[in-house]
């Protein structure tokens, strides 16, 4: 079965609910948001990247695997 706090979800594999803990959402205030909507592209890419970096630091093997994937799926549909 599927496991939520207190035992298994009854709705099992049908179940689209996710039981697993997720940290809290990030929400900006109205200054960050007319701050962020202020940048163009290029400005957002740089300010964003970073945080998306150290995000992807602990994902580098899995983020190469999927690069090989997509490369011999890219590969086998030439041919």
């Known amino acids: 079965?599927?496991?939520i706090k207190n035992g298994d979800c009854d709705a099992g594999a049908s179940c689209g609910?996710?039981?697993l803990p997720h940290s809290k959402k990030v929400r900006l205030n109205k200054h960050q948001r007319q701050f962020l909507q202020s940048l163009d592209a290029?400005?957002?890419v740089a300010f964003i990247a970073p945080m998306i970096l150290q995000?992807?630091?602990g994902f580098s093997e899995q983020v190469l695997l999927v690069e090989e994937l997509k490369k011999?799926?890219?590969?086998s549909e030439r041919e």
């Open 55 to 57: 995000k992807m630091e």
């Open 42 to 44: 290029g400005q957002k």
């Open 72 to 75: 011999a799926l890219e590969k």
């Open 1 to 3: 079965g599927h496991m």
């Open 17 to 19: 609910f996710c039981h």
